[in-house]
């Protein structure tokens, strides 16, 4: 690919911000180095030109597939798919989030105050989601399972609190607090529309913002909407059949 070759980095991520976080996974600098060819790079480096194209190509060919029937799985299956598909996204993201949040505000808050605005309220989102997902986690995901597999085996599960409706009630609410922050997020970062003069840091770190609202979106709706309900509807059967 002779062409990616000796494009930019910054052109490349210009055109496909995507493309950053497979530069950034090979430890190629593509916000204040990414004046290099791709070439250039490659040769300073010492990581193969093919692995820089595989990697930006690998991004290319990822396309969205049509999700699981998720209202005929069972709660304790949910519950476990939740924590690895959505948790585990924020895990894995967090601190990367952060990281670029902090940087851009240094970099730029005095130009632009709202970037300060802007590391408040993911520090804020991301103080209030370590508590909600820590109770979810340690609490209540493992009684939905026990449920679930107490449905399955006739075997009595053990109570660890009231009616499950009121844990389910304060994660909701917790929730549409969670919901609050993204909009405020949302707002303040005009639609996540960067000013043209913005950076590949700046950039990134709305990109990465955006997507996580769309994980954090469907993690809830997966919650509220199918998970919780179906959680209820489980603990009243078996306390009616007790």
Known sequence: MIEVAEETIAKIVTKDIRKAEAFRKLGLDFCCGGKKTVRQAAEESGIPIETIEQA??????????????????EPGFLADYIYNQHHVYYYENKEEILFFARKVAGRHGNALPALNQLLELVEKLFQELALHFYKEEKILFPYIKELTSSEKTGIPRQGVFGHLKDPVAMMEIEHGAAGDLLKDIRMLTNDYQTPDWACNSFRLLYYKLHELEKDLHQHIHLENNILFPKALDLYNKSNNAG
Do not use: H, M, S, T
Not at 56 to 73: G, S
């Open 56 to 73: 930006l190509q690998e991004v290319e060919l990822r396309c969205d597939i049509n999700p699981p029937a998720f209202d005929e799985w």
